[in-house]
């Protein structure tokens, strides 16, 4: 039988509130140079500390061992969905960053300047990266120009530096697509093609992004250096089975960035807007409480300072978490989980494949006699090491969500 | 390759002693209000103990995260029979619970009385829960008036207050059927319908359903409260491979409650009858000793009390355990494995999904370096985190019993 079948017939209508805190990256490695500490372990946080007296710990794979996932599978597999079975392009992601709302059946592409010689040759990749406000002024140049090929509207906004993105909003469309990218200079930019090409609506997407770049690149033919682009990661919004139809329960997203707002719109949940901090976000949880079951709750500061390696920055940043985290305790939810995305260690200043350590209590997650959270105390846990997808499973179970299995 | 055909094509023809010692619903939480410590934390077990020293320790997830089993999955798992491959229905447990012993193809259903209006309509549906007295009564008449139906047999024993149990023993018959059960009050018994509607057989055991409702129900026409009666979990006994094919290990079992022996019994283990107590259980082992490869020990009270919420029975109930394990010891097994089918925490009053502690004690298990078996302990233990199914292939691991994989 199938195990999300079994959740889902398992699964009763009850009230019960669940939280997942998310400290995007925070899971780190003790290394010599900060005397085999991490940030975690370094912090002082009194308000985790009192927490973990009476939660269970362990340690989530994110995707799978090995596999360092960005913010997309990432938070996938906290929402309970598997990584590998739901995939986001890296379009649509990218999209979701920029805090466009897509529809279902966009294709969206990541694209970004590049420039191009007189043969059409790929000279720089990245058009001497250029800077943001060049690039938005482009993207209004573009925007002006191709508002429609075939019968898809075109959608095009600008993100940092050269990169911005696509979206064909039309009938019949989908993806993925193979890149218009050599990825290497001293090429010209590959024709797009379905990937399945049996697809008559992948065919349709791949025929509408060659004419895209029929009308596009005249548009661009003088300008230096970006007188060209690249799109990659082409496909349409996959099709995700809702939250609630999932898990039953009515949830919301209180995030500052786009992109998670973007990801918790994915699965349906509703989007808390105006927080900016991560004190405003708790009150806004407050407020908000009787009005969702399950409260996904994003802090992005930890992943931040992790990929500059700024270890004292990422320090304070759990300090600054744990200060505030009294507000939230103020209605104690029912299940509260905190836990990372993934590990950003400073030492390596980018996501990796490390386990997050993760922090669950309710009435019923007993204690694991630990006195910090920490990673080094919850390898000790009785979660253990656990895929991240089970997350929202053990919350649900601890919420006494599920009916017995067998009798 | 399919991971049980490989472990069957490694299992090499020997003769060892494998001892699997379930202590029923053992796993528990540690709690503020019992001084964060679990029954088997808190309980004296010098024997336990002293078996820690020379054992490997780990914790086991009885199906999937976050599910709780009823005492057939949990078993199953225990025997290495994926629960979620082996599905048992609930009437076949019930039967088994009964004490029934069930042949291959017999369908069986929890059935329960009920009352009806003149229209028909559930107006209770557990009789006013009716004495058991009145059941057996009810039971022993239904048995007179209706023997059989179709070309089958109709077998009925009554349970505990207004429960029962009926078996439809025929030719070409096979589940699972819908429940002639409306689960409320206020609406008619449904006709039973064949889950799978191309299935000759299961259509024909629905036909039969019918017949036993057509005559058992003019029967009761008259009785009061329980004028009617609902089935449920309308299922045949599955097809498990046996143990013996599966695993080359004669087994047997000790176990005092029919549930149990019924279980055992579904994997073709011998059922050795008689002995009511853990000490009597354990002397029944040395004088069987010879006589089979694979004891399996059943051990009631550490369940019952936790269902209760009694702490300090489910303490006792180790205890007086852990006092009789001497007499196990005497023929001491190569491979000794102590655990649980499942938690029961005291504080939920109820099986969960909590991981149950395993102790494996045998020439090759290794010591973990722990002082005792506990809840805690096991998670620093070097099996890990581990689904239950897998503990009879580390126990033949641990008999040697598998051949290198590989060269």
Same mark, same amino acid.
């Given at each position: 039988m199938n195990l999300d079948g079994l959740y889902s017939e398992l699964t009763l209508e009850m009230k019960a509130k669940l939280v997942l805190v998310v400290l995007d990256g925070l899971g780190d490695l003790a290394t010599r140079e900060q005397g085999y500490l991490t940030p975690l372990e370094a912090a002082s946080t009194p308000n985790l500390d009192a927490l973990a007296q009476d939660a269970a710990q362990g340690r989530m794979i994110p995707v799978a061992p090995g596999i360092t996932p960005g913010s997309g599978p990432g938070h996938l597999g906290l929402f309970g969905y598997d990584p590998l079975e739901f995939q986001v392009g890296r379009g649509v992601i990218e999209a979701l960053g920029l805090g466009l709302t897509l529809k279902a059946g966009d294709v969206a592409a990541r694209a970004n300047f590049c420039t191009l010689d !007189?043969?059409?040759?790929?000279?720089?990749r990245r058009a001497g990266r250029i800077e943001t406000s060049v690039c938005e002024e482009l993207c209004a140049l573009l925007s002006k120009k191709v508002k429609k090929v075939g019968d898809a509207e075109v959608i095009i906004k600008a993100g940092k530096g050269h990169r911005f993105v696509v979206i064909f909003r039309g009938k019949g469309l989908e993806g993925p697509l193979s890149d218009a990218d050599p990825h290497r200079d001293g090429a010209p930019i590959p024709k797009v093609e379905a990937?399945? +090409? +049996?697809?008559a609506k992948a065919n349709k997407a791949a025929k509408l992004v060659a004419e895209f770049y029929k009308a596009a690149l005249p548009v661009l !033919?003088?300008?230096?250096?970006?007188n060209g682009f690249l799109m990659r990661g082409i496909a349409h919004q996959p099709a995700i089975p809702s939250f609630v139809e999932r898990y039953r329960l009515r949830p919301a997203c209180i995030a500052v960035y786009p992109m998670y707002k973007g990801l918790a719109q994915l699965v349906g949940m509703a989007k808390l807007e105006g927080p900016q901090t991560i004190a405003e976000q708790f009150e806004r949880y407050l407020t908000e409480y009787d009005n969702y079951d399950y409260f996904f709750i994003h802090y992005k500061y930890t992943d931040m300072h992790g990929e500059d390696g700024n270890f004292e920055a990422k320090k304070r940043a759990i300090e600054e978490f744990d200060a505030a985290l009294p507000i939230l305790l103020?209605?104690?939810?029912?299940v509260l989980a905190i836990t990372g995305d993934h590990s950003t260690p400073c030492a390596l200043r980018g996501h990796s494949w490390h386990p997050q350590p993760v922090l669950l209590t309710s009435?019923?997650?007993?204690?694991? +006699?630990?006195e910090r959270f920490t990673e080094t105390g919850a390898n000790l846990g009785s979660l253990g090491l656990f895929e991240a997808k089970y997350l929202v499973r053990q919350m649900q179970a601890n919420a006494k969500m599920f009916d017995k299995f067998g009798a």
């Amino acid at each position: 039988m199938n195990l999300d079948g079994l959740y889902s017939e398992l699964t009763l209508e009850m009230k019960a509130k669940l939280v997942l805190v998310v400290l995007d990256g925070l899971g780190d490695l003790a290394t010599r140079e900060q005397g085999y500490l991490t940030p975690l372990e370094a912090a002082s946080t009194p308000n985790l500390d009192a927490l973990a007296q009476d939660a269970a710990q362990g340690r989530m794979i994110p995707v799978a061992p090995g596999i360092t996932p960005g913010s997309g599978p990432g938070h996938l597999g906290l929402f309970g969905y598997d990584p590998l079975e739901f995939q986001v392009g890296r379009g649509v992601i990218e999209a979701l960053g920029l805090g466009l709302t897509l529809k279902a059946g966009d294709v969206a592409a990541r694209a970004n300047f590049c420039t191009l010689d !007189a043969k059409g040759i790929v000279t720089d990749r990245r058009a001497g990266r250029i800077e943001t406000s060049v690039c938005e002024e482009l993207c209004a140049l573009l925007s002006k120009k191709v508002k429609k090929v075939g019968d898809a509207e075109v959608i095009i906004k600008a993100g940092k530096g050269h990169r911005f993105v696509v979206i064909f909003r039309g009938k019949g469309l989908e993806g993925p697509l193979s890149d218009a990218d050599p990825h290497r200079d001293g090429a010209p930019i590959p024709k797009v093609e379905a990937v399945d +090409k +049996k697809s008559a609506k992948a065919n349709k997407a791949a025929k509408l992004v060659a004419e895209f770049y029929k009308a596009a690149l005249p548009v661009l !033919a003088k300008k230096r250096p970006a007188n060209g682009f690249l799109m990659r990661g082409i496909a349409h919004q996959p099709a995700i089975p809702s939250f609630v139809e999932r898990y039953r329960l009515r949830p919301a997203c209180i995030a500052v960035y786009p992109m998670y707002k973007g990801l918790a719109q994915l699965v349906g949940m509703a989007k808390l807007e105006g927080p900016q901090t991560i004190a405003e976000q708790f009150e806004r949880y407050l407020t908000e409480y009787d009005n969702y079951d399950y409260f996904f709750i994003h802090y992005k500061y930890t992943d931040m300072h992790g990929e500059d390696g700024n270890f004292e920055a990422k320090k304070r940043a759990i300090e600054e978490f744990d200060a505030a985290l009294p507000i939230l305790l103020q209605k104690r939810p029912d299940v509260l989980a905190i836990t990372g995305d993934h590990s950003t260690p400073c030492a390596l200043r980018g996501h990796s494949w490390h386990p997050q350590p993760v922090l669950l209590t309710s009435e019923c997650s007993g204690s694991d +006699k630990l006195e910090r959270f920490t990673e080094t105390g919850a390898n000790l846990g009785s979660l253990g090491l656990f895929e991240a997808k089970y997350l929202v499973r053990q919350m649900q179970a601890n919420a006494k969500m599920f009916d017995k299995f067998g009798a």
